[in-house]
């Protein structure tokens, strides 16, 4: 149990740290790098687009929080089954 939590937490940080370096980077050299940031947003849709059946939002909030809520969402759940999946394959006999 203490890997795992090790490793979804080494996961985690992994993912909002390239979060970080992307999105900080698309910003600054927006027309170069927006193909890449889009590769980004679309390996988080799943996470995206649960909640934005979920959260029923309206107007402008129908655009921004459902990336904003759903990129979390989905780092912390690709962290826990990346790590799940490590357990698994490298479990001890």
């Known amino acids: 149990m203490r890997r795992f939590l090790q490793l979804a937490g080494l996961?985690?940080?992994v993912q909002a740290l390239l979060w970080i370096i992307v999105g900080g980077l698309s910003i600054w050299f927006s027309p170069?790098?927006?193909p890449i940031f889009g590769?980004?947003?679309f390996a988080y849709f799943p996470a995206i687009k649960v909640v934005a059946r979920a959260g029923s939002y309206v107007g402008g909030?129908?655009?921004i929080y459902p990336i904003f809520l759903g990129?979390?969402?989905?780092?912390l759940i690709y962290g826990i089954v990346g790590a799940a999946a490590v357990c698994l394959i490298k479990r001890p006999n």
């Open 11 to 13: 996961l985690i940080a």
């Open 32 to 34: 170069l790098l927006d």
């Open 39 to 41: 590769v980004f947003v």
């Open 61 to 63: 909030s129908n655009i």
């Open 71 to 75: 990129v979390p969402l989905g780092i």
